[in-house]
């Protein structure tokens, strides 16, 4: 199924994963490793990486820490297409701003979520989204209406589509009744998978894309369970989803970053600490991810 494909031309299609970041013991980034795990990710059949989403722990960093993770990005990924920076801020100019460093960047596309400093009607919505598209570089829609409180519904996401604003919608909701419903008001715009428990449901509804959390920890499986779901191949699909779910939930829930960066250590990554406030996990919740991430490297999965 060609129209699922990484192109020069959709460079937002594929496998992106948004990327957890490397941190030392006393918290600074760790660029040497945020590189090598870039090149890990490609070299292990994803199609390019999301640096700065909420996996990459962007509300932490410094505007200069955040610039330099795309530049060490950029360098690592060698083809700069590859690259999907986070661009996300609590004021349309600062989300301009990143837009344009990304531009700047040669990067194929940006990641941007609706403002998320208060609850913005519509017309705030797609003026926001105008804004940042005015940087000349394609951006997708991340549509989280858990976190910002503000749902990029169907209707408006084929509005922010026909304004020319947007490419393509990272859809978390976990709603998988939306996928059709976008397909019907807006044929033309990219359905990105946005949570990796709903990976099979959006792949069968036409998902041209995954912007990933779980490939972090298991990119080659993650890769090869995403061909076959796109492709259709269930017998292929079903199977690794089934024995991944129980890890691929964790991406849907709180503590997703200290989920993934555990599994990354269990996988020999470098997935190391998170900044404050996140702690690290323990009790329940540390041995869930421990016995999955475990269970997933004895039956064979990397």
């Known amino acids: 199924m060609t129209t699922a494909s990484w192109t020069t031309d959709r460079p937002w299609r594929g496998v992106m994963v948004a990327t957890a970041l490397p941190l030392r013991e006393d918290l600074t980034v760790d660029h040497d490793a945020y590189a090598a795990h870039v090149r890990h990710l490609l070299d292990n059949g994803c199609d390019g990486v999301v640096p700065n ?13 955040r610039a330099r993770v795309v530049r060490t990005a950029v360098e690592a990924a060698g083809d700069p297409a590859r690259v999907m920076p986070g661009v996300a801020a609590y004021g349309s100019a600062e989300a301009r701003r990143w837009a344009d460093q990304a531009a700047e960047a040669g990067c194929g596309s940006v990641l941007l979520l609706p403002p998320n400093a208060y609850r913005a009607g519509e017309e705030a919505v797609r003026a926001h989204y105008a804004d940042v598209a005015r940087a000349g570089i394609p951006v997708v829609a991340y549509n ?7 749902d990029l519904t169907p209707g408006l996401l084929a509005r922010l589509h026909a304004d020319g604003s947007i490419v393509a919608v990272k859809e978390f909701t976990g709603d998988v009744r939306r996928a059709y419903e976008i397909a019907e008001l807006a044929p033309d715009l990219d359905l990105l998978v946005g949570a990796d428990d709903v990976l099979l449901e959006l792949a069968t509804a036409g998902a041209a894309g995954w912007i990933a959390g779980y490939p972090n920890a298991f990119p080659a499986t993650c890769a090869a369970l995403y061909r076959a779901a796109v492709a259709g191949d269930l017998q292929t699909a079903l199977p690794l989803y089934r024995s991944l779910h129980p890890l691929l939930r964790w991406d849907s829930r709180t503590e997703f970053v200290q989920a993934i960066k555990l599994s990354m250590d269990l996988t020999g990554q470098h997935g190391g600490p998170t900044r404050p406030p996140r702690l690290p996990l323990t009790g329940e919740a540390e041995a869930a991810v421990r016995a999955a991430t475990e269970k997933a490297v004895a039956d064979g999965h990397h």
């Open 53 to 65: 989403g909420s996996l990459g722990e962007y509300q932490t960093l410094t505007p200069i820490e």
């Open 144 to 150: 989280n209406p858990i976190d910002t409180k503000v």
